[in-house]
């Protein structure tokens, strides 16, 4: 059939080129130059036909078509709502502390019931023996602490003292301004006072007729406690976690 067809198709072009009375060949013109006879015209060819999609596949078409756009709705509408967190991996680890003691480079300064003086000495030399205790342990720089309880009627029982207190019900008060004092510094300050009062009523003639409450002094480093770091702080370790539509992602 392709061969016949190939036959036709070369058959129609010979009687195009040449004159189907003469034989001659012809030029470009619409008439034979020989005999004057009229070229062959063209047969014309017919239009080819486009085969339109059947009702299947246009409904197939439209249906993926339709598909694809929900695809793509769901998808903008996850990026669009979806939740950025940070998720933690590996907990905060807080600082830790130990306590420390160490000493102040201060003194707490105490009394003992041991007479400093004896009967029938010398005034002088007992006044001596006081400023000698008082010059010992009083010159040192006086820290905060409970101090001993002295025999001369003051004792140290508080760490603060109020100026304007008022008895309520038995019990002392304040109401107005208060202010912290130094336990050892008032030992000391009491202590001076006992010796200038010493050495305002005797002589160098006079003598110890009988021993009052004073005792010796004697001091303890003060020592004080801090709380130190054990340098173990590590922070969070931690990521941005996305969740898409509530359960797509890393969600909580």
Known sequence: MRIMCAYAICGIEEDLMYCRECGQELGEGEYCRNCGAKRLAAPEEEPVKKKGLSKRARIVLIANASVCLVLVAVVAYAFATARHWTKVDVP????TFHTETYETGKYIVHM?????????????????????????????????????????????????????????????????????YNPSEELCNDYKAMIEDMQSKG??????????????????????????????????ITHEAVCYLGFIGECE
């Open 92 to 95: 905060e680890q807080p600082e």
């Open 203 to 236: 002589s160098q003639w006079s003598y110890v007729a009988s021993l009052g409450d004073w005792g010796h002094l004697y001091s303890e480093p003060e020592v004080k406690s801090k709380q130190v770091s054990n340098n173990d702080y590590k922070p969070a």
């Open 112 to 180: 003992d019931d041991e007479p400093v003086c004896y009967v029938g000495q010398s005034w002088q030399e007992c006044t001596n023996a006081y400023i000698a205790e008082y010059n010992r342990e009083c010159t040192k720089p006086l820290g905060y602490g409970s101090g001993s309880e002295s025999k001369a009627g003051f004792q140290f029982r508080s760490q603060a003292r109020f100026d304007n207190p008022d008895e309520v019900d038995g019990f002392l008060r304040p109401v107005a301004n208060f202010k912290f």
